[in-house]
């Protein structure tokens, strides 16, 4: 099903934010959330979001799928700080889509690098990252919680 990806603009579709954030809430267990309350790390002013939808028959209905989160860290780096399918919408190339759509969203700023974390136990995660070209950076203990680590991965442009 064609899927279409879209920026949110949290200060006009608070619906959407908070139907993301349900979406959130069901995929993420606590100790992998944000520092900040979902809604509020939408809002912030160095944060992005790409969500993707399809629709879903007649009327114009439309479901939401999944979404990607990044946040520029520095005029020259982003982070990946989100990203999500709805469980029964995984695998048909949706994550690869939204992750394919935040990266060029940095390439348009100049970024030269972008970094996120991921629980190695995050295979399918950590193997879709791998595909579109992130290296693995480091290995890094106990990140999430006192048994849940984290590998910081990297996209370099200019190595490409
Ligand atoms: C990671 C996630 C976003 C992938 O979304 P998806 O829409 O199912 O992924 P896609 O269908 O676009 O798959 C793209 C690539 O990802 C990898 N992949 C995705 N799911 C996989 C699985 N179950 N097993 C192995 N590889 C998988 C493959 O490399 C795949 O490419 P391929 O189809 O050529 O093999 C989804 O599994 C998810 O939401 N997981 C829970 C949340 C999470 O772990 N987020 C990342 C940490 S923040």
């Not at 809430?25 to 100790?31: L, R």
């Not at 979902?38 to 009327?59: D, P, W």
């Not at 995050?122 to 950076?137: E, M, N, S, T």
């Amino acid at each position: 099903m064609a899927v279409v990806i879209e920026e949110l603009d949290p200060r006009k579709s608070t619906e959407l934010v908070e139907e993301i954030t349900r979406l959130e809430k069901k995929i993420f267990p606590k100790h992998e959330s944000l520092s900040r309350s979902f809604e509020q790390e939408v809002r912030r002013k160095n944060s992005g979001l790409l969500y993707a939808k399809i629709s879903t028959g007649g009327r114009g209905s439309v479901e939401i799928v999944g979404y990607v989160m990044y946040s520029w860290i520095s005029s020259l780096c982003a982070s990946i700080t989100k990203l999500a399918v709805k469980e029964n919408c995984r695998r048909k190339g949706y994550g690869e889509e939204l992750l394919r759509a935040a990266i060029h969203k940095c390439r348009t700023r100049n970024i030269q690098r972008v970094c996120l974390h991921v629980d190695p136990e995050r295979i399918p995660a950590v193997l879709l990252y791998k595909k579109l070209g992130f290296q693995i950076d480091e290995f890094i203990e106990c990140y999430y919680s006192a048994d849940r680590n984290a590998y910081r991965m990297y996209l370099e442009f200019n190595e490409q």
